[in-house]
């Protein structure tokens, strides 16, 4: 199995605006790369925008059905409640 973790926080502590194009990059990149399991670490990102949250979910239902994975792991307290308010609790690891 091939993991990769991406150090979100460190590139993105404010994923919005301009980051958050940079972000949906980095994910349709990781969408088709050949890792099974992508962890992306949180720790550092304050806010997320709707959009790259919609990337983020697109990106989880496309690695589902090709029986791969993605998870977030050190999530803010404020991006937490996000994922939670939009039913993606279960990215959480």
């Known amino acids: 199995m091939k993991k ?7 590139k993105y502590p404010d994923i919005t605006g301009p980051t958050a194009e940079a972000f949906i990059d980095e994910l349709i990149r990781l969408e088709s790369s050949p890792y099974d399991e992508i962890i992306l670490d949180f720790k ?18 496309a690695l589902l059905e090709q029986n791969r994975s993605i998870h977030v792991v050190n999530p803010s307290s404020n991006v937490s409640r996000l994922l939670h308010l939009v039913n993606m609790s279960d990215i959480i690891k």
Do not use: F, H, P, R
Request: charged fraction near 10%.
């Open 44 to 61: 550092d990102t304050t806010s997320i925008s709707s959009m790259a949250m919609g990337t983020l979910y697109s990106t989880y239902q």
């Open 4 to 10: 990769v973790i991406m150090d979100v926080g460190e």
